[in-house]
T-cell receptor, first 115, second 115 residues
Framework: ETGVTQTPRHLVMGMTNKKSLKCEQHLGHNAMYWYKQSAKKPLELMFVYSLEERVENNSVPSRFSPECPNSSHLFLHLHTLQPEDSALYLC??????????????FGEGSWLTVV | AQSVAQPEDQVNVAEGNPLTVKCTYSVSGNPYLFWYVQYPNRGLQFLLKYITGDNLVKGSYGFEAEFNKSQTSFHLKKPSALVSDSALYFCAVRNPSGNTGKLIFGQGTTLQVKP
């Protein structure tokens, strides 16, 4: 199966709740990503962490807050979300240092429904 | 700016027939190109990539893709389709001059293989 594990697989939360998505990669990679996949929209890159530092934040609303405590773990903290934030959130990893492997590997995703 | 286009929302083929899923790209310099597949309720699975070398790249599950620099295309092909190939296919591009492994995805093409 995949070397990138995401939990929970399904999450239903109210607009006033605070929850977190967790991602763990078992591939020894040093870069991790959050992507958002909505119906009828292309995959959107949200955040990139390389060597545990955030290197990209693609104009994502502050109600999404990433955290990368080490090279194997990535979190996405969620608070006061809107119904339009309901989507599949995909975590991914790759080996970018010292030589980029160029292939990004994805987890199975976390289905988020905001009610 | 980098971009990827998949001109067909859906491709329908009969089992046993050859299939092609089209992809064109726009990127400065020499691109790194990828194909991913997504089965229902699953994450993205890596199929194949072109970095350099032979223009015909072979990947998982009998798929291959041909890099055509003059036409800026990277079409996915398979000589004989299976019903189990029915899924959502994504083409993606990475600018090799970038300092992260982030990918830019096309909007996806649904492949439907009928018995």
């Amino acid at each position: 199966e995949t070397g990138v594990t995401q939990t929970p697989r399904h999450l239903v939360m109210g607009m006033t709740n605070k929850k977190s998505l967790k991602c763990e990669q078992h591939l020894g990679h040093n870069a991790m990503y959050w992507y958002k996949q909505s119906a009828k929209k292309p995959l959107e890159l949200m955040f990139v962490y390389s060597l545990e530092e955030r290197v990209e934040n693609n104009s994502v609303p502050s109600r999404f807050s990433p955290e990368c405590p080490n090279s194997s773990h990535l979190f996405l903290h969620l608070h006061t979300l809107q119904p339009e934030d309901s989507a599949l959130y995909l975590c991914a990893s790759s080996q970018d240092h010292p030589i980029p492997s160029n292939t990004i590997y994805f987890g199975e995703g976390s289905w988020l429904t905001v009610v | 700016a980098q971009s990827v286009a998949q001109p067909e929302d859906q491709v329908n083929v009969a089992e046993g027939n050859p299939l092609t899923v089209k992809c064109t790209y726009s990127v400065s310099g020499n691109p790194y190109l990828f194909w991913y597949v997504q089965y229902p309720n699953r994450g993205l699975q890596f199929l194949l990539k072109y970095i350099t070398g032979d223009n015909l790249v072979k990947g998982s599950y009998g798929f291959e893709a041909e890099f055509n620099k003059s036409q800026t295309s990277f079409h996915l092909k398979k000589p004989s389709a299976l019903v189990s190939d029915s899924a959502l296919y994504f083409c993606a591009v990475r600018n090799p001059s970038g300092n992260t492994g982030k990918l830019i995805f096309g909007q996806g093409t649904t492949l439907q293989v009928k018995p």
